[in-house]
């Protein structure tokens, strides 16, 4: 019985595509009917709005400054007491509900806000528009944690300092630890300080899922109260992402509508584990599972890291959605960091130029690595193709390089490449030694390498050294995959036309060598 070709590397369920592929699109479509109902509502709504809005924040903003009024800007040492702290929560939280009623909100609250000592930090998500702040009002303007430039923003920057935000500077290298700390004391300070409200997701999404937790809100190993937010309206008009309205056009349409309603839920807060303290990325998890569970919603590994990946592929000419891979996982799993995801990403969109949608065939990647299709590059690709649809996405590309290529790029597999290539053993390829072993492995008797021997050819010498070899290599994992591909078929084929005794001697030891390639090459789940 003749041996079955056995790919090197399963496919490792936990690597497959998330259950929402893109979180961050808002994909409203308005139809005519939509149109005209909006423009009709908004002749009357808006301008009236507008007015009644105008009137609030008159009156918002005087009190606001004698609330702040000599009061610290920055480090506060002690949270608002006294008249400040009354006038904080009755006062700013009345005509913080003004506002959005004036806009045309109609909120409905579900569940039971604990206090600051049973539960001192509020979660909230998903995350999907500057309208959340409504939660802020709803939960009696507790601390938020906001950027240091927010404070300076026109009349609302003084709204912001009413709140005693913990604040984050993008200038400060030493701005997360100090803002890890101070949410840490404020957590632990037995009621003294207001709860902080944190969205823990970081970023706004489409709300079809919750993406990863940052672990901020989970450090200090303190009791979390969930909190939801739904906008269960016919019409998304609030949703405010990374692709779609842009946040005036939302504006306008929310101000256009009768009313829009928003849910917020409190649920039971829940208190962590021995082993939820001390792993915040657990405690933040089991969090988010509860939250997913209470909304009917998935949970995927998605990040703010895959927001810059999306608008990294857009500047690249690729469609922003092709930067997507769950970055959390990926990360974590193939030991990669953003920088590194971005320079696949620039390889990819160099092999995928010519393409459509951001995925690659194996007539592109052939075009790219400068080589006829073949029976070692088809099984190449094979590898790469995930899902087996034909093509390769970026996601997929991440991967391959990763799992399959970057392993093979060894010295050994090098210099046995290089001696290959050398057959005068004199430590150079020249043109002729290139071509000559390319044309016989690729089965193409009329095959021109010229483009390609140049490009390894870095100085330009006429042969190629193995320092030359070895650096093209580097950047080029693919070619030692298809390197080891190709010894793998042709040790394939050697066994089919071997003599039965033979046959099982040579059967033992690729199975003894395949099971050394597949735990080298796999990355553990």
Known sequence: MQPQRVFALPR???LLLPAVINPF?????????DIIKCVLLGIFLVPLRAILISLVLMVTWPVAVIITFKHPLKG??????????????????????????CMGFRVVVKGTQVNSSEAPILAVAPHSTFFDGIVCIVA??????????????????????????????????????????????????GGHWPQVLIFPEGTCTN????????????????PVQPVLIRYPNKMDTVTWTWQGFKSKTLLLLTLCQLYTTVE??????????????????????????????????????????????????????????????????ISRKLNLKWHNLKKELESFANMASSCKGGRITIEEFARFLKLPVNPALEELFALFDRNGDGTVDFREYVIGVTILCRPANTDDVLRMAFQLFDTDEDEKITHDEFTALLRSALGVSDLNMTKLFKEIDADSSGFITFSEFQAFATTHPEYAKLFTTY???????????????????????????KNEDSTSDKKDD
């Open 140 to 189: 009696g303007l507790p601390s938020t944690v906001s950027r240091v430039e927010n404070l300076a923003t026109p009349i609302f920057g003084r709204f912001v300092r009413c709140l005693q935000p913990v604040l984050v500077s993008r200038n400060d290298p030493d701005s997360r630890k100090n803002t890890i700390q101070e949410i840490d004391s404020r957590a632990k300070s």
């Open 264 to 329: 917020i839920e409190f649920l039971p807060p829940h208190v962590p584990t021995e082993e939820e303290k001390k792993s915040p990325a657990l405690f933040a998890s089991r969090v988010r599972e509860t939250m997913a569970h209470a909304l009917g919603v998935p949970v995927t590994d998605h990040t703010y890291e895959d927001c810059r990946l999306m608008i990294s592929a857009g500047e690249l000419t690729l469609p922003m959605e092709a930067g997507l891979v769950e970055f959390t996982k």
């Open 207 to 222: 709300r079809s899922c919750l993406i990863t937790f940052k672990q901020g809100a989970f450090i200090p190993g303190v």
């Open 12 to 14: 490792q369920q936990s």
């Open 25 to 33: 699109v808002q994909d409203t479509k308005l139809t005519k009917a």
């Open 487 to 513: 010894l793998e078929l042709q040790r394939y084929q050697a066994i089919q036309e071997a003599s039965p005794g033979d046959l099982e001697l040579c059967s033992n030891s690729i199975s003894r060598e």
């Open 76 to 101: 506060a040492v002690a949270p608002m007491t006294g008249w400040r702290r009354v006038m904080c929560r009755k006062v700013m939280a009345a005509l913080g509900r003004a506002y959005y009623f």
